[in-house]
């Protein structure tokens, strides 16, 4: 079956850096869009990060452009969220997710299957 594993958050200082991982197995990760997602407390679950089957294109919520990338190794079936200058609105628990095809989509909907999330703290 589809799984979705995160891990690498934890707890840092504002301005500091953490690298997300999401590994995949049951599918064929590399005919699949993947996404990230995070969820504060109280809040919606919101799109932060999206990247195509091959890589080729991303996109970005405009809270986190220039300081998250987005990546993946189709031959690991890993995506990757690469988290720099972080703030302190940037804590949530931060979910990787399935897209139901090819495309990047802004919304939880389009996506089929998630990961359990890695909680991400950030301290002022």
């Known amino acids: ?11 840092v200082q504002a301005g500091g850096s953490l690298r997300l991982s999401c590994a995949a197995s049951g599918f064929t990760f590399g005919s699949y869009a993947m996404g990230w997602f995070r969820q504060a407390p109280g809040k919606e679950r ?6 195509t089957w091959s890589g080729a294109s991303t996109a970005y919520a405009d809270s986190v452009k220039g300081r998250f990338t ?3 190794d189709n031959a690991k079936n890993t995506a990757y969220l690469q988290m720099n200058s972080l703030k302190p609105e940037d ?8 897209s139901r095809g090819g495309s990047v989509w802004y919304g939880p909907q389009k996506y089929d299957s ?3 999330g890695t909680q991400v703290t950030v301290s002022s």
Do not use: K
């Open 70 to 72: 987005i990546s993946r």
């Open 91 to 98: 804590t949530a628990v931060y979910y990787c997710a399935r």
């Open 1 to 11: 079956q589809v799984q979705l594993v995160e891990s690498g958050g934890g707890l």
């Open 46 to 51: 919101e799109f932060v990060a999206g990247i």
């Open 114 to 116: 998630w990961g359990q």
